[in-house]
């Protein structure tokens, strides 16, 4: 039986009929929302072609449904260009996602924010201008730097943004979320590259990002979230033949889940240049010790 429009069958990995990079997930009421990248790289050319996001949705982490497209590049009057990682988060009944773009006339890349009512969208630019520009860090000395934003909301309600490229920046959001509450600082870890992802376990926040090239994932736990992070080890080896590597860490009816890619899916005998299949793994280790 062929599955109705805009459904996708269970079973891992859970996005076939699509290139798709960079999960983020959200958990909000009784369902993940899983937002990601699209590659539309034409066959044979190894470059990446990533103009909109892409969003699914499961309430129970087998069966998805592909939602209409929220957002687009083109949704950012001041962007001109690459839909890169990104991440949506609610607070206070609105939805807030955070994506890398290239800016249109400052050089590099650039961190925006759009917002919406629900977690479908339609997602709109929130500001009319980019939270975080190329000429705002200096702590890495390249036009990438500025990319893989994630949001984590502490129990006083305070937000912090974290992103990266070969330096981990984090910075405090004010509670409209679209504006920056204090100075731009760094995290010193170890060969760090970029995807920073935050999530907590009891007293511990885990901070777990890509290292090397190509990319593992490690993690790094530290009491508080502005530091300092100790080094714990790797949770996630070599991504298949991606070179890139992306997770998204949560927690859903009491089960621990690891989401991220890896290249699997060819096209006319040449693997697309952005990743594809999404994996998602289950966690059962979750010490502070471990390494899951």
């Known amino acids: ?35 990601t990248g699209h590659d ?18 499961s309430s129970d982490m087998v069966n998805w449904m592909e939602h209409p497209v929220p957002l687009k590049v083109t949704d950012f009057a001041w962007a001109k260009g690459d839909a890169w990682a990104s991440q949506a988060v609610e607070r206070n009944g609105k939805f807030y996602w955070y994506v890398a773009v290239e800016h249109g006339s400052i050089e590099g890349k650039a961190i925006g924010v759009a917002v919406a009512d629900n977690p479908l969208g339609l997602f709109k630019d929130a500001r009319g201008s980019a939270l975080i520009t190329n000429d705002m860090t200096t702590a890495a000395k390249i036009r990438w730097d500025d990319t893989d934003p994630t949001v984590w909301i502490d129990e006083k309600g305070q937000a912090y943004l ?30 760090f590259t970029e995807a920073p992802w935050i999530h907590k ?43 890139t590597n992306h997770q998204a860490i949560i927690d859903f009816k009491g ?33 502070p010790s471990s390494a899951w």
């Not at 530290?222 to 991606?242: D, F, H, M, Q, T």
């Not at 890896?262 to 966690?283: F, M, R, V, Y």
């Open 201 to 243: 376990r009891g007293d511990w926040y885990y901070l777990s990002y890509a290292s090397g090239f190509p990319e593992k994932i490690v993690y790094a736990i530290s009491r508080k979230i502005e530091g300092p992070w100790e080094y714990k080890g790797i949770l996630n080896e070599l991504a298949g033949n991606s070179n």
């Open 162 to 191: 974290f992103w990266g490229n070969t330096a981990c920046y984090y910075a405090r959001l004010k509670p409209n979320m679209t504006e920056l509450d204090g100075p731009i600082q760094t995290v010193n870890l170890p060969n």
């Open 40 to 57: 539309e790289a034409p066959p044979r050319q190894e470059r990446y072609v990533m103009n909109e996001w892409l969003c699914f949705s």
């Open 1 to 35: 039986m062929k599955p109705a429009p805009g459904v996708v069958l269970g079973g891992n990995p859970i996005i076939k009929n699509k290139y798709t990079a960079d999960p983020a997930a959200l958990v909000y009421k009784d369902k993940v929302y899983i937002y």
């Open 255 to 287: 089960q621990s889940y690891f989401i991220y890619h890896n290249g699997a899916i060819q096209t006319d005998g040449a693997a697309s240049a952005a990743p594809s299949e999404l994996i998602i793994c289950t966690i059962t280790k979750t010490a």
